[in-house]
Nanobody, 122 residues
Framework: QVQLVESGGGLVQAGGSLRLSCAAPGSIFSTYVMGWYRQPPGKQRELVATITSGGYTNYDYSVKGRFTISKEYGKNTVYLQMNSLKPEDTAVYHC????????????????WGQGTQVTVSS
């Protein structure tokens, strides 16, 4: 069973930074579209950032300029660098991988991780 393993969440003050990591099997990492979505408390799921196998990136308008998604090929890991964090960024962040590219969040992806909690205090 394919597993995406996230790490790096935690509690941070507004204005601070965190980096999330998502480790994936090599076959998934090199050929699938990967990204991050988040589930804020009591709200709908939101697509945060996406990166294709060719390195094309896309961001939700709410995080553009503050978050950066990247891939490290030697470690089969996708990162989400989050700077200038705001209380409204508080959510459970999930890594996902899919054979397709989607500009909007989906209910299901080919693979996704269990999530890591990010809490931003004001």
């Amino acid at each position: 069973q394919v597993q995406l393993v996230e790490s790096g969440g935690g509690l941070v003050q507004a204005g601070g930074s965190l980096r999330l990591s998502c480790a994936a099997p090599g076959s998934i990492f090199s050929t699938y579209v990967m990204g991050w979505y988040r589930q804020p408390p009591g709200k709908q799921r939101e697509l945060v950032a996406t990166i294709t196998s060719g390195g094309y990136t896309n961001y939700d308008y709410s995080v553009k300029g503050r978050f950066t998604i990247s891939k490290e090929y030697g470690k089969n890991t996708v990162y989400l660098q989050m700077n200038s964090l705001k209380p409204e960024d508080t959510a459970v962040y999930h890594c996902y991988a899919d054979r397709g590219y989607f500009s909007h969040v989906r209910e299901n992806y080919d693979y996704w991780g269990q999530g890591t909690q990010v809490t931003v205090s004001s």
